[in-house]
């Protein structure tokens, strides 16, 4: 996905889409005294996967659905401040090559955008593909794929599966039987 935004932005030429141009500035702020039921209250009284986090004024970072349901605290006790996650942090003018970067590192489908020591909104992930989706509408996919594929038997052994996806540094890797018809596939994520 950074590679197609990448690209995007050279064949966009000087319209360059920065954070500002995709910002919501409606979000779920929640405070970090708060609990971890709150939290996932407010998250699906919204509609949203995650939500940022402050003491009073002052942001302190991100927390989300997937994370948090993984997670072994006690909803109706733990605070919020104690399972929120740093993220990286965008300026208005953070170029989209960078923001699908940056979510991808942090593993996070939001990011908020900060300017004067204020935070002005978040980006979503869903807005990007948004964007990307209308310029590569016409691009067939045989022209982004990767030439070599990876994949593994359905009898493999995960350990070994697991030393492949290290050594290609991918985090998916498609399960076959012994007449290469997909079964599945197997994902670190």
Same mark, same amino acid.
């Given at each position: 996905?950074? /590679?197609?935004?990448?690209?995007? %932005?050279?064949? +966009?030429?000087?319209?360059?889409?920065?954070?500002?141009?995709?910002?919501?500035?409606?979000?779920?702020?929640?405070?970090? *005294?708060?609990? &971890? /039921?709150?939290?996932?209250?407010?998250?699906?009284?919204?509609?949203?996967?995650?939500?940022?986090?402050? =003491?009073?004024?002052?942001?302190l970072?991100?927390?989300?659905?997937?994370?948090?349901?993984? /997670?072994?605290?006690?909803?109706? %006790?733990?605070?919020?401040?104690?399972?929120?996650?740093?993220?990286?942090?965008?300026?208005?003018? /953070?170029?989209?090559?960078d &923001?699908?970067?940056?979510m991808?590192?942090?593993?996070?489908?939001?990011?908020?955008? +900060?300017?004067?020591?204020?935070?002005?909104? !978040?980006?979503?992930?869903?807005?990007?593909? +948004? %964007?990307?989706?209308?310029?590569?509408?016409?691009?067939?996919?045989?022209?982004?794929? $990767?030439?070599? &594929?990876?994949?593994?038997? =359905? *009898?493999?052994?995960?350990?070994?599966?697991?030393? !492949?996806?290290?050594?290609? *540094?991918?985090?998916?890797?498609?399960?076959?039987?012994?007449?290469?018809?997909?079964?599945?596939?197997? $994902?670190?994520?």
């Amino acid at each position: 996905l950074a /590679s197609f935004a990448t690209a995007y %932005e050279g064949e +966009k030429g000087d319209v360059m889409v920065v954070a500002e141009d995709l910002m919501r500035t409606n979000f779920i702020k929640i405070d970090a *005294n708060d609990t &971890i /039921s709150q939290l996932l209250g407010a998250i699906k009284k919204d509609g949203d996967n995650f939500a940022l986090i402050f =003491d009073g004024k002052s942001y302190l970072g991100f927390a989300d659905k997937k994370w948090l349901l993984r /997670s072994r605290l006690n909803p109706a %006790e733990a605070k919020v401040k104690n399972c929120l996650k740093h993220v990286p942090i965008l300026t208005k003018i /953070s170029k989209l090559a960078d &923001i699908v970067r940056l979510m991808i590192a942090a593993d996070v489908r939001a990011l908020p955008v +900060k300017a004067d020591n204020k935070i002005l909104g !978040i980006v979503v992930a869903k807005d990007v593909v +948004k %964007e990307l989706r209308d310029f590569y509408k016409n691009v067939s996919v045989d022209v982004v794929m $990767s030439g070599k &594929i990876v994949v593994c038997r =359905d *009898n493999d052994e995960i350990g070994k599966v697991m030393n !492949i996806m290290n050594q290609k *540094n991918v985090d998916r890797v498609p399960v076959v039987d012994n007449k290469n018809k997909i079964l599945g596939i197997v $994902s670190l994520i």
